[in-house]
């Protein structure tokens, strides 16, 4: 077989994986319900794939280089711009992201809270995912999002839109926390337009972004 066919079928398959995932979720679908999604055999999808863990790998993947390439986009547009700017815009991209993106806001908050676990307990990452051919290319690309905004806030303190005070990377961490805990909380509302304790998640959100500014400006 062709490699490029090759690519193409395990993409297909990558796809109807992401569809059966975001229907039943992760515990609940079948691998037959892929290969039915992805009109293959069931002898063909394994071929390709021989777990569930290894299409999750495949699609965190898929979800990480996505939200890489925002966060470049973002940067670029916001090359001439304070660094404080591309801050913001990078943790408002990311809540868009997941908010429009719900499979992917999952498998990646899933993906985070394992792999942050794993030096206190590695059962907590199965054999499967670990012999999965995307784990390394995952683990290449894992910390990519954090590194881009830790560079943009040393560049907003080099510009002077950024408190000098501000650790790089501690700030960064902060503002992904906020980040992923409004994503949280969004997806527990159920609804974009929704609102949780009388609060409505598009207040929240605006809040959100406006604080870690704040914060970025005149911290210390």
């Not at 990452?125 to 590194?147: G, I, W």
Request: glycine letters at 4%; hydrophobic letters at 40%; a neutral charge.
């Amino acid at each position: 077989m062709k490699a490029t066919t090759k690519i193409l079928k395990e993409q297909k398959i990558i796809e109807a994986a992401e569809k059966v995932f975001a229907s039943f979720g992760f515990k609940n679908a079948r691998m037959e319900e892929v290969a039915k999604e992805a009109e293959i055999t069931k002898v063909t999808l394994y071929a390709y794939f021989r777990s569930k863990e290894n299409l999750y790998m495949a699609i965190t993947y898929n979800a990480l280089q996505k939200l890489a390439v925002i966060c470049d986009d973002l940067i670029a547009s916001n090359v001439d711009k304070p660094g404080i700017e591309s801050v913001v815009a990078i943790m408002e991209g990311f809540m868009d992201f997941c908010q429009e993106n719900p499979l992917y806001s999952e498998v990646l908050l899933d993906y985070f809270s394992l792999i942050r676990s794993i030096t206190e307990d590695d059962k907590k990452l199965t054999d499967a995912m670990k012999e999965s051919n995307y784990f390394p290319k995952v683990q290449a690309l894992h910390n990519y999002p954090f590194k881009l905004t830790a560079k943009e806030i040393q560049r907003g303190i080099d510009d002077k839109s950024i408190s000098e005070r501000v650790e790089p990377m501690v700030a960064t961490l902060y503002g992904w926390t906020a980040a992923v805990g409004f994503v949280k909380i969004s997806a527990a509302s159920g609804s974009n337009t929704s609102s949780i304790f009388n609060v409505r998640m598009s207040d929240l959100r605006k809040t959100n972004l406006e604080m870690q500014r704040r914060l970025l400006e005149s911290y210390g």
